[in-house]
């Protein structure tokens, strides 16, 4: 029977030297098999080549798709609203192209700068650039809504 706690027997070692000659032994039978291989092919000139598969082809930023674009523009028409309480009314109701091109790049540079938050020690620079950035756009949103709503409104 098994005792869990055996005094007096030296503690046991595991030998590392099976696995590891299993290990040697089938590296040599699948090279001399490779070898055995290319040896009875029928043409001795044959050569091995290595293909690795090519990488996708990633799309250029310019080049969204329309659910992209629309996702964009819903992420950062909801980003400026977190950002401008104030606004929230107007945001909800701007529809023309120069706001949806504000709402993809704010939220193009709102989430780059989140991605770059972790990073913070080492890059300070790019971290206060894109702050920067995210401060212009939502700048220039306001001007903006505030001129169209003095055009609405006059």
């Not at 969204?64 to 523009?73: K, N, Q, V, W």
């Not at 009314?89 to 192209?97: D, F, K, M, Y």
Request: hydrophobic share 40%; net charge negative.
């Amino acid at each position: 029977m098994y005792e869990p706690y055996c005094y007096g027997e030296p503690p046991r070692k595991f030998s590392r030297g099976l696995p590891i000659g299993i290990l040697l032994l089938a590296m040599v039978v699948i090279g001399a098999y490779l070898f055995v291989g290319s040896a009875l092919s029928n043409d001795p000139q044959q050569s091995s080549a290595i293909v690795f598969p090519h990488p996708p082809q990633r799309q250029n930023s310019l080049e969204l798709s329309e659910g992209a674009t629309m996702r964009l523009m819903h992420l950062g028409r909801a980003r400026l609203g977190m950002a401008l309480p104030r606004y929230r009314p107007q945001l909800r109701q701007a529809r023309e192209p120069c706001f949806l091109d504000l709402f993809q790049a704010y939220a193009l540079a709102a989430t780059t700068l989140d991605e770059l938050m972790p990073e913070y020690p080492a890059r300070v620079e790019l971290i206060s650039e894109y702050r920067q950035v995210c401060s212009d756009l939502q700048a220039e949103v306001v001007v903006l809504l505030t001129l169209t709503d003095e055009r609405l409104f006059s």
